[in-house]
């Protein structure tokens, strides 16, 4: 089983992604549990704007994503809070996987379909909920199932301010959530492996 | 199999309910699957504002509600838009299976979990896919799976109108969608039984 | 100048509503300016489910609160968080505010025109801009003026909990930004006093 | 008096973009009342991902949009609709206007407010009003101020489609909205303008 993480945190590497240490909590809980892991931070990578799988420009690199998305069977959607919302970088990736939409396989099954996603969130400040309601609403549009509770995320209280997952004392919830998270990806992840989903009726 | 389906229409039978039209077209799928089906419409009930599954004052009926969502494997939730958004009908319901969060069976399976939720919008106006992801993100939190594609909805064109559902000669994508939906819900909570969530790691 | 907050917590009097101890520190700071205050707990009121100012049943209150609602220039919307959206109570005050829509005054204006609303938010979990975000877009769509920053919140870090605004030390950012939000409230009810909105163009 | 508007299409000029041309009848409308107005395609510079106004990689072109936001009087925020949300592109730019969060001038009046902020929004499928509470939510958090009804949007019915403002003849709503939303911008503009926010009280 193979689970692909994409961090749309809008620092590119080296810098330190709150967000990043966050969804690795995740993805170790689904390691334990051998499933392949990757994590992809989206700002480190040339992604055109567009709706379609293929390549929009050249040196447009979603593709790679593409292929990596379509191989996996838990995609997990990790973004930071900027006014209470998921970042352009996530938006742009979640814009990209729409091309899926139309992507099926020889029995006609959409390629989403049977996949699971999950969702990461940090911030600085309110927002998480919101954030994940936007990412999932994008994945069960495209066709993924969303297991109940399969997302985990921190921010500190009321108001801005400079705090930070990493630096928290306070990430005991953050963090049982996240393993929870990873268990429930693992099990739906598994039911459709045996149960899958057919091709929608015409 | 048992469905619930609760229809957060704001008009007490028995008016019409272009939601319950629409409703009753993914019921109906369900039962050629041998789904048994119960579809409530909350405001011919009296339910009390709160978050918990016991009656807070006398006369509230939620806990007769709570007893068949207990029992369902497949709840649909099903609201008109107003202002884009989801109603305060739906949204009492919705407030009340909060009391399910801490709710488990003598395994410490919250009760929501091996459960699915589908989505039912219809509009005059716009607004479909945000009432879903509001009433998703609910279901989500309290632990029910959201299948993908398990929704339908119909609106018309830009701005208010007169325009209906039961009315409309456009409802082809409409159904078909529902059909789907149907379908995929179907297929989940078949999953879930065969390969079940279990308790949350602590 | 008058201005009206609608309290949208579940729990009807006298239960201590975190809520509205917040929204009091708003109105206090309106008083300050001389703006003359009511505070009204809907869970304390019979409202109807309906989209229209007129009573749809015997009994039902709204008719009251929609004259206070035409006497208000400043109207705050304050609700608790569940789910991280706004409550059924105050979800269902904004729908009755949708039948504001078609009134106008004898200019042809519509009686929404010229009046701002403002926003309070408290919750023992993550939600609040999404709520502010919810209850904004009711507002500006009946044609209420939404003041820059014209709302405070308040809650804890992440994942549910116990603690209150009331019970917290940590509530300067939010009272500060209450008082902030006042000011925004009165200069703008003001602007429009002076430079009022009129007639939509047909 | 100036407007700016910025057009979140995915698609790069000389493409055509729906979302351009709806915005145009809103600038057409302030243009007939004096106001001086620029529209930028977001797709066509180069935008890095950030919070702050400042460059922040070589060849950054936000300081040069930074600067016309602040001359500006009126910004309008126009946006296709993706999976029923604004696009990666419009939530670029509104992450980096909160670098404008901590600007003031002299007085200490931070720099958004005593603007006003107007939406736009087309799309093939449902989804104009959570676009525009979107758009909204991050505005007046950063201090813009939003009129009553200073929006328009054009969609099809359900479903996604081939179908576009531009080849519609199902328009008129949309553009008598669109001269709406540009009276109500100009006239809190010049609200404003004779009676301005002032810094916030510490």
């Known amino acids: ?13 080296p810098d330190t992604s709150n ?23 989206l700002a480190d990578l040339q992604i055109a704007p ?3 799988s293929e390549a929009v420009r050249p040196g447009d690199q979603w593709p790679e994503i593409h292929a ?10 990790a ?12 938006k742009r990736a979640l814009e990209r996987l729409d091309g899926m939409l139309s992507e099926t396989d020889d ?23 919101h954030c994940i309601s936007q990412m ?9 199932t969303v297991p109940g509770q399969a997302w985990t995320y921190w921010n500190k209280g009321p108001g801005p301010g400079e705090e930070e997952y990493l630096s928290s ?3 005991e919830w953050t963090n049982t959530t996240a393993r929870a998270a990873a268990q429930n990806l693992h099990t739906v992840a598994r039911a459709l492996a045996i149960t899958p989903l057919t091709a929608p009726p015409s």
Chains 1, 2, 3, 4 share one sequence.
Request: charge should be negative.
């Open 1 to 13: 089983m193979r689970a692909l993480a994409l961090n749309g945190t809008l620092k590119p590497s």
């Open 19 to 41: 967000t990043e240490a966050l969804t690795n909590v995740v993805l170790d809980a689904l390691r334990e549990r051998s499933v392949e892991c990757e994590l992809i931070r």
């Open 50 to 52: 567009g709706v379609v």
């Open 68 to 77: 990596k998305a379509l191989a996996a069977d838990i995609v997990i959607f």
């Open 79 to 90: 973004t930071p809070t900027w006014f209470g919302q998921p970042s352009s970088e996530i």
């Open 107 to 129: 029995d006609g099954v959409p390629e989403a379909y049977n996949k699971v996603a999950g969702f990461v969130v940090t911030g600085n400040e309110d927002g998480a909920h």
């Open 136 to 144: 999932a609403a994008a994945a069960y549009d495209i066709g993924f």
């Open 169 to 171: 004392q306070d990430v």
